[in-house]
């Protein structure tokens, strides 16, 4: 006889925390059009523990230069966009969290000591 399979084994758990259709579409709409311009290069979407962050890049190895994350405070969202470790935007709409895009951003350069 076959042993007996446990579905919420396979479920997934309660609070967790994903982009829905209107949220992806929103963020592939800024990052189509910085990626047409040739800013970004590539993007990466990661759950962790209570949130969903959509991470933006310039070239596959480096780090995020932007980060969109999602968390649920109750039954609301918050939304926050982050620049290294600092943030930079805060929201309760995707929408104006993703405004900060809709300007011109410019990297700042970090000084280096010369060798």
């Given at each position: 006889?076959?042993?007996?399979?446990?579905?919420?084994?396979?479920?997934?758990?309660?609070?967790?925390?994903?982009?829905?259709?209107?949220?992806?579409?929103?963020?592939?709409?800024?990052?189509?059009?910085?990626?047409?311009?040739?800013?970004?290069?590539?993007?990466?979407i990661?759950?962790?523990?209570?949130?969903?962050?959509?991470?933006?890049?310039?070239?596959?190895?480096?780090?995020?230069?932007?980060?969109?994350?999602?968390?649920?405070?109750?039954?609301?969202?918050?939304?926050?966009?982050?620049?290294?470790?600092?943030?930079?935007?805060?929201?309760?709409?995707?929408?104006?969290?993703?405004?900060?895009?809709?300007?011109k951003?410019?990297?700042?350069?970090?000084?280096r000591?010369?060798?």
């Amino acid at each position: 006889m076959n042993e007996p399979i446990r579905l919420s084994d396979y479920r997934r758990p309660k609070g967790s925390v994903y982009f829905d259709r209107h949220e992806l579409r929103r963020l592939l709409d800024v990052y189509s059009r910085r990626v047409m311009s040739g800013e970004w290069k590539d993007y990466a979407i990661d759950h962790q523990s209570g949130r969903a962050i959509f991470s933006i890049f310039r070239h596959s190895f480096d780090s995020p230069l932007f980060a969109i994350a999602k968390r649920r405070d109750g039954k609301r969202c918050a939304y926050q966009v982050f620049s290294g470790p600092q943030k930079i935007r805060q929201s309760s709409t995707i929408e104006d969290a993703l405004s900060i895009f809709d300007k011109k951003l410019h990297e700042i350069p970090t000084y280096r000591h010369p060798r």
